[in-house]
């Protein structure tokens, strides 16, 4: 069974700092990986997602993420957060041809001015 | 395109009554997801539907909760006689193919409070 750990449950950082949001996974098989973003009381929105080729996957509002099999990591970074930035985010893999997505517990990312 | 829509988006119930929770998935998509986030924990998933089919329903509790997709109209999530432990968010999540790499677009979610 696969699984996912958010490290942090959350993260506080002053606007334009940059910030990274960490992500663990087990499986033992090749998988995809998601990190999604929650706004409060709203449903989750896709920020981006690695599937295969280049470990570096740029998603929207400026998010990247990095693919590190090695470590089976899937870390969240921006270079320079904005208030509109707080919200919850959540780490997700799927599996092969598998779509349940497993998610990790969420980080809340609080931007503070 | 209008996204993936859920209502009510807000639901108040006493102990022991019924909550139906309504889903109407992307222009296109004929795959239907429902996932249950539980206060502090992520989303977990609890069934898998395309029109007219449980594919899946590995995730949903054996009683008291039942989960449809008709030919016409949304998919809806039934939870007979709630109980306190039922109180969540319920999101539905709607996909134009199933696949692990497939992307599954999520509606704003139902949050179920039981007194």
């Known amino acids: 069974a696969q699984s996912v750990t958010q490290l942090d449950s959350q993260v506080p950082v002053f606007e334009e700092a940059p910030v990274e949001l960490r992500c663990n996974y087990s499986s033992s098989v090749s998988v995809y990986l998601f990190w999604y973003v929650q706004y409060p009381n709203q449903g989750l929105q896709l920020l981006l997602k690695y599937l295969s080729g280049s470990t570096l996957v740029k998603g929207i509002n400026g998010f990247e993420a990095e693919f590190n099999k090695s470590q089976t990591s899937f870390h969240l970074r921006k270079p320079s957060v904005h208030i509109s930035d707080t919200a919850e985010y959540f780490c997700a893999v799927s599996r092969g041809s598998n779509y349940k997505l497993t998610f990790g517990k969420g980080t809340l990312l609080t931007v503070n001015p | 395109n209008a996204g993936v829509m859920q209502n009510p988006r807000h639901l108040v119930r006493r102990r022991g009554q019924e909550a139906r929770l309504r889903c109407s998935p992307m222009?296109?998509?004929?795959?239907v997801y429902w996932y249950r986030q539980l206060p502090e924990e992520g989303l977990k998933f609890m069934v898998y539907l395309q029109k007219e089919n449980i594919i899946d329903e590995s995730g949903m509790p054996k009683e008291r909760f039942s989960a449809e997709f008709p030919k016409e109209g949304p998919s809806i999530l039934r939870i007979q006689q709630v109980v306190r432990g039922d109180s969540a968010a319920y999101f539905c999540?709607?996909?134009?193919?199933?696949?692990?790499?497939?992307?599954?677009?999520f509606g704003p979610g139902t949050r179920l409070t039981v007194l």
């Open positions: 222009k296109g998509h004929s795959h």
């Open positions: 999540a709607s996909s134009p193919s199933a696949g692990g790499a497939d992307t599954q677009y």
